[in-house]
């Protein structure tokens, strides 16, 4: 094998091209490169010297080559010398030359002379196409290199994966039992009468019970599991999926391995086929750094295998296998972390590990929270949701860390609170609002708890709630009926209604009122902006001739003009199609100055439009919101000179 060294190789004299290759250039009409070929000797190995000459600059006399590539019969590289500096370039000729992705390199290139046909032909041991047997040649020395590169990589990552041990002993029945703990029903055969016989596939016995719905949740009468209900003739085809996790020691730090879960009921409950597959695998040391893997097509050369990756993100509800944990973690930076505490609260709980071992090294305190049975915090807290609101995870207290005292903490603890939860606590605490805990947590999930503060000046909490699930339906839920029925309050108050009054508080027909109201409150503000808009005609109006008498101007065929109301400005925007019509109300609050530009001998033609502000021109327009003219220029440098150059109080426009 030759490996080819720079050094040596810039050491070869560089070839010219000669006049014969000059008028070979100016006979080719298509634009192409000229090659020519020779076998050179470096430190007494043989190689294949290739120049590529481009051929527009050849035709005008440039005899030096673009660039010129060394090859062996297992390794090439290029001299790039369109540089002064020696630059080397490791691209294929075809990724040199370009051309789009149908082109073949070859058919752009022309050999210069059949001895650089000859000396490809020799070196190469082949009677075809010359410059087709060099792409060829380039083609397999670009796969090999590939593969090489290939396998150290795959070498590197199964010397990790060598690392890994065995799935624990029944982690397939923990699978089953615990990871998908969502997939357990009772099947049965619909029939007109109250007790029906069963099956449940979770203790895998037959069972009486009595009067089940299809897809109704219930209970177990063998094994007092929670089931989902399926009546054989509508759940012929059943999927579960689920994920699951399993943590392990390796070395001085712990993988932790995620995997998906498959289990179909298709030809017979009784016999459901279950499957996994591990898709990811996080590799941690002793400091907490993470390095992931992914099962993956591997460079998509085709071969599943075990990849660089990102890994774990795509499993944010994985269920932990808990029974070595305590072991796993003992001598690592989580082993006072709570998160077989917290894996373990609910039976069939997913949670994302990444997001809790990473944040239990930043924040230690979750390990309190988790021994708290704040198990909802925690969780809202790992997924970095609204974490935000006054939870100061650095607090040394109670107090400084959920900003609640004891009491508040034993109703928490009881309604499993998060952060949603706990700043509805918060905040009634603050106004001695006295909230029961299903209020609580009907609030944080549906309602906006400022918002109840400020409408209990008119009413109680329970009347609230009580109006909002009076309206509810299977079409209208509680956070849309609460949206509504916000905005038809706001109306209320536009219009200066009671809202003292329950009557008007809470009217019968929540829709109908709220479209009402709304017709009501856009006819008043229609109302208001006609009569604010014609106080600001009334300004605009009042200002146009002292506006002209300070800015207006003639010069050169071109004037200067403030318009006279209004209209001529709605009028200015819609014939050149740009938005001064929007300017008005600054305008006419003094924010801002506009002013017409126009021919002479065309006064009533909108030509373009001229803002100031500050005794400085901030944009000159035409139509279509076109930039300044270059014929406008001796106009507005005159009027700068003229008319803001001391103008010290500077209006805006």
Same mark, same amino acid.
């Given at each position: 094998?030759?490996?080819?060294?720079?050094?040596?190789?810039?050491?070869?004299?560089?070839?010219?091209?000669?006049?014969?290759?000059?008028?070979?250039?100016?006979?080719?009409?298509?634009?192409?490169?000229?090659?020519?070929?020779?076998?050179?000797?470096?430190?007494?190995?043989?190689?294949?010297?290739?120049?590529?000459?481009?051929?527009?600059?050849?035709?005008?006399?440039?005899?030096?080559?673009?660039?010129?590539?060394?090859?062996?019969?297992?390794?090439?590289?290029?001299?790039?010398?369109?540089?002064?500096?020696?630059?080397?370039?490791?691209?294929?000729?075809?990724?040199?030359?370009?051309?789009?992705?149908?082109?073949?390199?070859?058919?752009?290139?022309?050999?210069?002379?059949?001895?650089?046909?000859?000396?490809?032909?020799?070196?190469?041991?082949?009677?075809?196409?010359?410059?087709?047997?060099?792409?060829?040649?380039?083609?397999?020395?670009?796969?090999?290199?590939?593969?090489?590169?290939?396998?150290?990589?795959?070498?590197?990552?199964?010397?990790?994966?060598?690392?890994?041990?065995?799935?624990?002993?029944?982690?397939?029945?923990?699978?089953?039992?615990?990871?998908?703990?969502?997939?357990?029903?009772?099947?049965?055969?619909?029939?007109?009468?109250?007790?029906?016989?069963?099956?449940?596939?979770?203790?895998?016995?037959?069972?009486?019970?009595?009067?089940?719905?299809?897809?109704?949740?219930?209970?177990?009468?063998?094994?007092?599991?929670?089931?989902?209900?399926?009546?054989?003739?509508?759940?012929?085809?059943?999927?579960?999926?689920?994920?699951?996790?399993?943590?392990?020691?390796?070395?001085?730090?712990?993988?932790?391995?995620? %995997? #998906? $879960? *498959?289990?179909?009921?298709?030809?017979?409950?009784?016999? =459901?086929?279950?499957? @996994?597959?591990?898709?990811? !695998?996080?590799?941690?040391?002793?400091?907490?750094?993470?390095?992931?893997?992914?099962?993956?097509?591997?460079?998509?050369?085709?071969?599943?295998?075990?990849?660089?990756?990102?890994?774990?993100?795509?499993?944010?509800?994985?269920?932990?296998?808990?029974?070595?944990?305590?072991?796993?973690?003992?001598?690592?930076?989580?082993?006072?972390?709570?998160?077989?505490?917290?894996?373990?609260?609910?039976?069939?709980?997913? %949670? #994302? $590990? *990444?997001?809790?071992?990473?944040?239990?090294?930043?924040? =230690?305190?979750?390990? @309190?929270?988790?021994?708290? !049975?704040?198990?909802?915090?925690?969780?809202?807290?790992?997924?970095?949701?609204?974490?935000?609101?006054?939870?100061?995870?650095?607090?040394?207290?109670?107090?400084?860390?959920?900003?609640?005292?004891?009491?508040?903490?034993?109703?928490?603890?009881?309604?499993?609170?998060?952060?949603?939860?706990?700043?509805?606590?918060?905040?009634?605490?603050?106004?001695?609002?006295?909230?029961?805990?299903?209020?609580?947590?009907?609030?944080?999930?549906?309602?906006?708890?400022?918002?109840?503060?400020?409408?209990?000046?008119?009413?109680?909490?329970?009347?609230?709630?009580?109006?909002?699930?009076?309206?509810?339906?299977?079409?209208?839920?509680?956070?849309?009926?609460?949206?509504?029925?916000?905005?038809?309050?706001?109306?209320?108050?536009?219009?200066?209604?009671?809202?003292?009054?329950?009557?008007?508080?809470?009217?019968?027909?929540?829709?109908?009122?709220?479209?009402?109201?709304?017709?009501?409150?856009?006819?008043?503000?229609?109302?208001?902006?006609?009569?604010?808009?014609?106080?600001?005609?009334?300004?605009?109006?009042?200002?146009?001739?002292?506006?002209?008498?300070?800015?207006?101007?003639?010069?050169?065929?071109?004037?200067?003009?403030?318009?006279?109301?209004?209209?001529?400005?709605?009028?200015?925007?819609?014939?050149?199609?740009?938005?001064?019509?929007?300017?008005?109300?600054?305008?006419?609050?003094?924010?801002?100055?506009?002013?017409?530009?126009?021919?002479?001998?065309?006064?009533?033609?909108?030509?373009?439009?001229?803002?100031?502000?500050?005794?400085?021109?901030?944009?000159?327009?035409?139509?279509?919101?076109?930039?300044?003219?270059?014929?406008?220029?001796?106009?507005?440098?005159?009027?700068?000179?003229?008319?803001?150059?001391?103008?010290?109080?500077?209006?805006?426009?």
């Amino acid at each position: 094998m030759i490996t080819l060294k720079k050094r040596l190789l810039a050491k070869v004299p560089i070839q010219e091209a000669t006049d014969g290759y000059i008028s070979l250039a100016r006979r080719i009409k298509k634009e192409k490169y000229l090659v020519s070929a020779e076998i050179a000797e470096v430190e007494e190995k043989k190689i294949l010297l290739l120049y590529f000459y481009n051929q527009p600059e050849l035709k005008e006399g440039n005899t030096k080559a673009a660039f010129r590539v060394f090859l062996s019969i297992d390794d090439y590289i290029t001299q790039d010398l369109s540089t002064t500096t020696i630059k080397w370039r490791t691209g294929s000729i075809s990724s040199l030359i370009g051309g789009y992705y149908y082109m073949r390199w070859d058919e752009e290139c022309v050999l210069v002379d059949d001895k650089s046909s000859d000396a490809i032909k020799k070196f190469l041991n082949t009677k075809e196409d010359p410059l087709l047997k060099i792409d060829e040649l380039q083609q397999n020395i670009m796969a090999k290199r590939l593969d090489k590169k290939h396998q150290k990589i795959k070498d590197r990552i199964d010397k990790q994966m060598e690392k890994v041990p065995k799935l624990p002993w029944g982690f397939k029945r923990w699978i089953d039992n615990i990871a998908l703990f969502h997939s357990r029903y009772i099947y049965y055969q619909y029939k007109a009468r109250k007790k029906l016989d069963g099956y449940c596939t979770h203790c895998k016995s037959d069972v009486v019970i009595e009067s089940p719905r299809h897809n109704e949740k219930g209970i177990c009468p063998n094994c007092k599991s929670p089931i989902t209900y399926k009546a054989m003739g509508k759940s012929r085809k059943v999927e579960d999926t689920g994920q699951a996790a399993l943590i392990q020691k390796v070395d001085d730090g712990i993988v932790v391995r995620y %995997f #998906s $879960i *498959y289990k179909e009921y298709y030809d017979h409950y009784k016999e =459901p086929y279950l499957s @996994y597959i591990e898709l990811s !695998r996080d590799f941690y040391d002793s400091k907490g750094k993470v390095k992931s893997y992914e099962w993956l097509n591997f460079k998509q050369t085709g071969q599943w295998r075990w990849c660089d990756g990102q890994g774990r993100f795509g499993f944010r509800g994985a269920v932990l296998y808990d029974k070595n944990l305590d072991e796993t973690l003992k001598e690592t930076m989580w082993k006072y972390s709570a998160i077989k505490e917290f894996a373990t609260h609910r039976e069939g709980f997913g %949670f #994302s $590990i *990444y997001s809790y071992l990473e944040n239990y090294k930043e924040y =230690p305190s979750i390990e @309190y929270l988790v021994k708290l !049975r704040l198990y909802k915090l925690v969780d809202d807290i790992i997924t970095r949701w609204g974490t935000g609101r006054d939870i100061n995870l650095e607090g040394k207290s109670l107090k400084e860390v959920l900003g609640i005292n004891k009491n508040q903490l034993m109703i928490a603890q009881r309604i499993d609170a998060g952060v949603s939860e706990l700043h509805v606590i918060r905040e009634a605490e603050k106004v001695n609002l006295n909230l029961t805990e299903d209020q609580i947590l009907f609030i944080a999930e549906h309602l906006n708890i400022e918002r109840v503060i400020e409408m209990a000046k008119y009413t109680t909490v329970h009347k609230i709630i009580k109006y909002i699930k009076s309206h509810t339906s299977k079409d209208k839920k509680e956070d849309s009926v609460y949206r509504d029925w916000m905005d038809y309050i706001r109306f209320c108050d536009e219009l200066g209604y009671d809202l003292m009054n329950e009557f008007i508080l809470y009217p019968k027909n929540l829709m109908q009122e709220h479209d009402r109201l709304m017709e009501l409150v856009s006819a008043k503000r229609d109302k208001e902006r006609a009569k604010k808009l014609e106080i600001q005609k009334k300004k605009i109006e009042s200002m146009a001739k002292e506006l002209t008498y300070k800015y207006g101007m003639e010069y050169k065929g071109l004037v200067i003009m403030a318009p006279k109301d209004a209209t001529e400005i709605t009028k200015e925007g819609q014939v050149l199609h740009h938005c001064v019509g929007t300017y008005i109300g600054r305008i006419a609050d003094g924010e801002s100055v506009v002013l017409f530009i126009r021919n002479k001998k065309a006064l009533n033609d909108p030509y373009c439009t001229l803002e100031v502000i500050d005794g400085k021109i901030i944009q000159c327009r035409g139509k279509y919101n076109e930039d300044m003219r270059e014929e406008l220029k001796p106009l507005l440098n005159r009027f700068e000179n003229l008319k803001l150059s001391h103008d010290v109080k500077g209006e805006a426009v």
